[in-house]
């Protein structure tokens, strides 16, 4: 598998910043999950998303919390949940996902170039 990228590539993602404004225990969920629901801001708005992330996160620590997220992939229904952007992680020494987020408070809806 050629895992070389263009820069082509990167620029068909749409990676954006926003802010949890809501996150709920997803028990239909097959995997231990939360849905969240991430505010972009501008013509993105809110988003929903169903995240693996029960390990190092409950639902209530999250509001309020910025994080990253693919906006252009095609919605996947989960366990009836329509989840519309890919929050996106890191692994930590265990396999359990870390959130990535900016390090500093930035506007919701900025593109990661």
Do not use: C
């Not at 996947?76 to 900016?102: H, Q, T």
């Amino acid at each position: 598998m050629d895992s070389t990228a263009t820069i082509e590539d990167f620029d068909r993602l749409d990676i954006r910043v926003g802010t949890i404004v809501d996150a709920q225990p997803f028990p239909e969920a097959r995997k231990p999950s939360i849905r969240l629901w991430v505010d972009f801001g501008g013509t993105l708005g809110v988003r929903r998303s169903s995240a693996q992330i029960t390990v190092h996160y409950a639902p209530d620590r999250l509001i309020g919390r910025q994080v990253m997220a693919v906006v252009n992939f095609p919605p996947r229904r989960i366990a009836g949940f329509e989840s519309e952007v890919l929050v996106l992680g890191v692994p930590d020494e265990n396999g359990a996902v870390v959130l990535l987020k900016p390090d500093l408070r930035v506007p919701d809806g900025g593109r990661m170039f």
